[in-house]
C-alpha cells in the first residue's frame, strides 16, 4: 500500500511539473506575440500581458505548493546548516509553529478577500478575481499542511535530513 501511494504521489509530483512546464510555455508564446503585435504590426495588445501576469502568479504559488521540494526552497542555512541535528530540529519546530500561526491566523481574512473579489473581472481576460486569487488560497493550505507535517516530525523526535550543499537544485 504505501508503495502504490509513493508511485501515485510521484506521478502527481511529474504531472505538477508538466503544468508548470505548459504555463511557462503558454507565457513564452504570449510573451512572443505581444513582440510581434507590438513591434512589427504596430498593434500593442494588453491581453498578452495580462496572461503573462495570470500565469506567473499561478507558477510561483502552485510551484511553491506542490512541485518545490522541501530542500529545495530558499532558506538561510547558514546557520541552520551548521549545528547539532537537535538544534535544527528544535529551529524547525520554532519555524513551523510560527509559520503554522501565522498562515492559519490569516487564513481566515485570505479566504473572504479571494471569495468577495468575484466582484470584478480582469480587464482584457475577463477572469474573475476569485478565480485568478483562489491559487492563493491553495498555496496556503499546502503551506499549512507542508508545515504541519514538518513540525509533527520535529515534534516525534526526528531529525531532519543532514544537509548536502553538492546535491543543492534550483528548485523549480
Do not use: C
Not at 508538466?18 to 508564446?29: C, D, T
Not at 506575440?33 to 510561483?60: A, C, D, K, M, N
Not at 473579489?117 to 491559487?135: C, H
Request: aromatic share 16%; proline share 3%; hydrophobic share 55%.
Amino acid at each position: 500500500m504505501l508503495q502504490r501511494a509513493r508511485r501515485l504521489t510521484g506521478w502527481l509530483y511529474r504531472r505538477g511539473e508538466n503544468l508548470i512546464v505548459a504555463m511557462i510555455g503558454v507565457m513564452f508564446a504570449a510573451f512572443l506575440l505581444q513582440v510581434i503585435f507590438r513591434y512589427i504590426l504596430q498593434w500593442p495588445t494588453g491581453w498578452s500581458t495580462e496572461l503573462t501576469v495570470v500565469l506567473w502568479i499561478w507558477v510561483v504559488l502552485f510551484g511553491a505548493a506542490f512541485v518545490v521540494r522541501e530542500e529545495e526552497e530558499i532558506r538561510f542555512d547558514l546557520i541552520y546548516g551548521g549545528v547539532r541535528p537537535r538544534v535544527r530540529r528544535v529551529m524547525t519546530l520554532a519555524s513551523a509553529a510560527a509559520l503554522i500561526a501565522l498562515y492559519g491566523y490569516s487564513f481566515p481574512a485570505v479566504f473572504d478577500y479571494v471569495t468577495f473579489m468575484k466582484v470584478q473581472k480582469t480587464a482584457y481576460l475577463k477572469i474573475r478575481f476569485d478565480w485568478l486569487f483562489s491559487i492563493y488560497v491553495i498555496f496556503v493550505i499546502a503551506v499549512l499542511a507542508r508545515y504541519l507535517w514538518l513540525g509533527w516530525h520535529a515534534l516525534k523526535g526526528e531529525e531532519p535530513e543532514e544537509l548536502d550543499p553538492t546535491k543543492a537544485s534550483s528548485g523549480v
